[in-house]
């Protein structure tokens, strides 16, 4: 059963503490996003990865990190540099070769809330 | 840089209503994408369009993809509760395999 499986669906932290969101897909995609979604808004772009050992920074990377090890992992580090974290957090990947623009899967996403 | 811009940012309707969003790309697209997201969900791909002048139907949604490749439209006919969601349109960037999504069109459907 392919998919994108993000966890955990729900997360809850102090302020000043990391913390990293889960993100592995089994679709054999190479390429994989992050976005953030804030209540009744669009999708930001924070991170993306193209190939493995590789990622570019998108439009909001400032306070984010990641790492891209294996094919199928993604993982999402929020730093305490990251001044506004509580939000909804979106992971995606897609085909890369052979053409621009390929349709994107997303997984269910991760509500981070910082107190 | 390249902008997708989406419209109506909000729409409410009685179900039965017909409902539109429109996309406008400050760029030629090679080719628009829609997605949905329920609420409380995740965005879910509709439908890819590549060609000038496209139309595609799935069941009661109709897309169109513009004679110029900047603009797009998506129309349900007689909207449903099950209709009820955010639609966004996406398009490729110039270089890479980024996609620029519209802020999306938040749709809800009154019965």
């Known amino acids: 059963d392919g998919g994108i499986t993000q966890s955990p669906k729900y997360l809850f932290r102090k302020e000043g503490q990391n913390v990293t969101l889960s993100c592995e897909q089994n679709l054999n995609h190479d390429a994989m996003y992050w976005y953030r979604q804030d209540p009744g808004q669009g999708l930001r772009l924070i991170y993306y990865s193209q190939i493995v050992n590789d990622f570019q920074k998108g439009d909001i990377a400032e306070g984010y990190s990641v790492s891209r090890e294996k094919k199928e992992s993604f993982p999402l580090t929020v730093t305490s540099a990251q001044k506004n974290p509580t939000a909804f957090y979106l992971c995606?990947?897609?085909?890369?070769?052979?053409?621009?623009?390929?349709?994107?899967?997303f997984g269910p996403g991760t509500r981070l809330t910082v107190t | 840089g390249q902008q997708v811009m989406q419209i109506p940012q909000y729409q409410h309707v009685q179900e039965g209503e017909d409902f539109t969003t429109y996309c406008n790309s400050s760029t030629t697209l090679s080719n628009i994408q829609w997605y949905k997201q329920r609420p409380g969900g995740h965005p879910v791909f509709l439908i890819q369009l590549v060609k000038s002048g496209e139309v595609k139907k799935q069941k009661r949604l109709t897309f169109q993809f513009g004679e110029a490749k900047k603009n797009s439209s998506l129309h349900i006919t007689a909207t449903q509760t099950t209709d009820v969601g955010t639609y966004f349109c996406a398009g490729p960037v110039e270089y890479g395999n980024k996609l620029v999504f519209g802020a999306g069109t938040i749709l809800r459907v009154k019965s």
């Open positions: 995606a990947s897609s085909l890369s070769s052979g053409r621009r623009g390929y349709e994107q899967y």
